[in-house]
């Protein structure tokens, strides 16, 4: 006979039970279950007979024996590998994962206690998880275990991929889909996070079950703990971030969470108890509930609702934007209201609005919020805001307007079917410079005040700024046609590359980014008579490009190659004999990273002449067996024969959908 007394959260997850006598324990009152903690005594009997049976089985070599005794081999593995590292480091750990990730809003400050003593086991693999994304914030010796870490969780979270889901379990799954965001293998991020969104689902609802079944439980009491409610909330904000589109839709609607809004950050962290039950409906439907969460302190409640609105005006975009059917239609013209960008356009400035002055950059300084700790969350909340407006306004723009003097109307089908309001073309490319300005000066000041925000958020933002701030450079009748504003840009430019290469250096996802970013300067340095180049020869439509407009939809969560793309793809290799990989690959090319960016970008373009040459007569001997009633499009990098000439889709699959996540199924971590 054996009596134990323990919580049934303790005794399920195996590990002892530390009180007083009386609950809540200590591991629910760090995990946010005060409020189910119930200590109770539990006597086990085991009979003589029952002893023998066990005991014959342990015995046998029968294959369930064996099964388990693997399973604590890998706990064992576990429990030295968690040992061998030191408990500051995971503390500084999750302090920096805490201020660098913003839109993971379940850590808390008792979070920084649980990292030595008795750790439960997916405790330790969260913690784990977490240092293998922050390590290389902080430096060489933390971060050189992290092929090992990440070893150690891929081997571990196979064997939990159908257990009995935890609040670690979960949370542990979502920092492992960014790590693998951040890493470029973008299936293994999608697949992260999809596990951790169908464990929370049956969390909650075996929780639920539980809670209403207990006769103590009342319509007063709250279901979910706040760190529970903010997991769930932190599964639906990487959901959006991953998701877009058709291709790969969002798992989960707001309706569909079914959990009450997160506190304020200060009630969060200190426990306690929420002053309202607000749904995502509520706040839809009441202008003064959504203002009362969007001040100061309610920064996750803020992007939460932020992330949904990007998603929507992302899937838009990649689902053809203003192509898809019907948007010639006066009614789907975008500055009538009854269009689907001007709705988007809607629920972004109600966002913005709702928002307190005090969160709203320029208005209120970054160096504001750094001196109370809020630099990296304010500076996100306004990126996604310009990011948001980057993405609306330049869907509108041409992607080569070398012909044009001033902004107008589409210059390639569809075109539509009634005049915009005087000034509406220029007031769009306005609002979009400015964004892109804007996303510079926010990493600028951050920069300033030695505020180091570099992840694969902040890179796509940078990343889509730089775009930009490049295309005002090269076409600045698009914008405000002086050569100050040129040199602006210019410096905006050579920064945001900057920032890129820091990322880089962080994130392997950063190197993808920066090398487009060269592809696209070549191509913009030849549109400005840049060497042999002649902008006449440029096309400018899209429709010229067909396999380069399709790529979205061959890689659907981005990435530089897909194995359908390159089975039909007409593109040339490279067969400059000076250029690193010349003849390997696509495969090949992806990994060439062994150089600055810079220095790629200058190689680009050292094709001989003679090879220009050869190339410009196999083009003009090609376009003479057309036929002259369908004379071909121009190609853009005929007689170029670059790295370029092997990646010129790049440019156009990253205008519209830069999360640069890769299909690759041969990387897939579980």
């Known amino acids: 006979m054996r009596t134990a007394i323990a919580c049934e959260r303790c005794r399920r997850s195996k590990i002892k039970c530390h009180h007083a006598g009386e609950s ?382 001033e902004p107008r109307g589409p210059i390639d089908p569809p075109f539509y079917s009634e005049d915009a309001p005087l000034g509406w073309w220029r007031q769009n490319t306005d609002e979009l410079f400015d964004a892109a300005a804007r996303v510079s000066y926010i990493m600028r000041d951050l920069n300033s005040l030695d505020i180091a925000l570099h992840t694969p958020f902040t890179g796509l933002c940078v990343f889509t700024a730089a775009l930009m701030n490049g295309y005002a450079v090269t076409f600045p009748h698009m914008h405000r046609p002086t050569e100050r504003e040129r040199d602006l840009r210019r410096r905006l430019a050579a920064e945001n590359l900057d920032d890129l290469e820091k990322i880089a250096r962080l994130w392997p996802l950063g190197e993808e980014w920066v090398q487009v970013m060269s592809a696209a300067q070549n191509l913009y340095d030849r549109l400005i008579g840049d060497g042999d180049a002649a902008p006449s020869t440029i096309s400018r439509c899209r429709r010229d490009y067909p396999e380069l407009e399709n790529s979205v939809h061959y890689a659907p969560i981005g990435g530089f190659y897909s194995d359908k793309r390159d089975s039909s793809s007409t593109q040339r290799p490279c067969r400059c004999p000076q250029a690193p990989g010349g003849g390997a690959s696509q495969g090949q090319n992806q990994k060439a990273h062994g150089s600055s960016p810079r220095a790629r970008a200058a190689r680009s373009r050292q094709c001989s002449a003679k090879e220009r040459s050869a190339q410009q007569d196999r083009e003009s001997e090609k376009s003479h067996e057309q036929s002259s009633d369908h004379p071909p499009a121009p190609d853009p990098f005929a007689g170029y024969d670059t790295d370029v000439a092997n990646d010129d889709w790049r440019l156009w699959s990253f205008w519209d959908d830069p999360h640069l996540l890769s299909w690759d199924t041969s990387a897939i971590g579980i």
Not at 119 to 131: E, G, H, P
Not at 346 to 354: F, I, K, P, V, Y
């Open 24 to 405: 809540p324990c200590r591991g629910c009152l760090r995990s946010g279950n005060s409020s189910t903690c119930v200590i109770t005594p539990t006597t086990t009997t085991v009979s003589s007979s029952a002893a023998k049976k066990r005991t014959a089985a342990l015995a046998s070599v029968g294959t369930k024996p064996a099964a388990k005794k693997r399973h604590v081999a890998v706990s064992d593995e576990l429990a030295g590998h968690f040992a061998g590292i030191d408990a500051s480091v995971f503390a500084q750990a999750v302090a920096t994962f805490r201020v660098q990730f913003p839109e993971c809003g379940f850590l808390h400050p008792s979070d920084l206690e649980c990292v030595s003593g008795d750790v439960a086991d997916d405790d330790k693999l969260r913690l784990i998880a977490i240092l293998a994304v922050s390590g290389r914030y902080l430096g060489e010796s933390a971060d050189a275990r992290r092929a090992d870490h990440v070893a150690l969780l891929t081997r571990e979270l196979q064997h939990r991929i159908t257990a009995p889901p935890s609040l670690s379990l979960i949370q542990c799954f979502l920092v492992m889909a960014i790590y693998e965001w951040g890493e470029g293998v973008g299936y293994s991020a999608w697949m992260y996070a999809g596990i951790a969104a169908r464990m929370a689902q049956v969390y909650r609802a075996t929780k639920t079950e539980v809670i209403e079944r207990d006769a103590k439980a009342t319509s007063n009491n709250s279901i979910l703990s706040e760190v529970e409610i903010r997991t769930m909330w932190t599964y639906f904000a990487i959901d959006k971030l991953l998701s877009c589109g058709k291709q790969r839709p969002a798992m989960m609607k707001p309706e569909d969470i079914e959990v009450r809004m997160p506190q304020s950050e200060e009630d969060f962290v200190f426990g306690s108890e929420p002053r309202s039950m607000l749904s995502f409906e509520d706040l839809m439907t009441d202008a003064s509930l959504r203002k009362q969460t969007s001040s100061p302190g309610f920064h996750f409640c803020i992007l939460v609702r932020g992330l949904d609105i990007w998603h929507k005006i992302h899937s838009w975009i990649v689902d053809g934007g203003r192509k898809q059917p019907r948007m010639t239609e006066p009614e789907n013209c975008p500055w009538n209201p009854t269009s689907q960008w001007a709705k988007l356009k809607e629920q972004l400035s109600r966002w913005r609005e709702d928002q307190d002055p005090r969160l709203k950059y320029p208005e209120t300084k970054v160096a504001t919020h750094v001196h109370f700790g809020q630099g990296e969350v304010f500076a996100y909340i306004n990126l996604l805001y310009y990011l948001c407006i980057i993405f609306l306004r330049r869907e509108y723009i041409p992607l080569l307007p070398s012909a044009e003097r």
